[in-house]
């Protein structure tokens, strides 16, 4: 009984630590027109998010926290 409720502990801690949002810094993005300047952001920040293991349903939280200027329009 002691080890079920060890087990179910550890998996609802495992689990919570999945949904922590990872603290990384992200370079900003503020729109610009040019397409290569987003592809280039784009790929830097991918770059980042796979280093750090960042699951797929918090990549867009992250990245739009670092939208300025037009970007924020979009």
Known sequence: MESENFE???HQHQHQQKKSIPLVKLPSFNGD???NVYLGWEAKVEQIFNVYDVEEDQKV???FLEFEDYAMQW
């Open 8 to 10: 179910a502990r550890r």
């Open 61 to 63: 939280k992250l990245a």
């Open 33 to 35: 027109s040019d397409p």
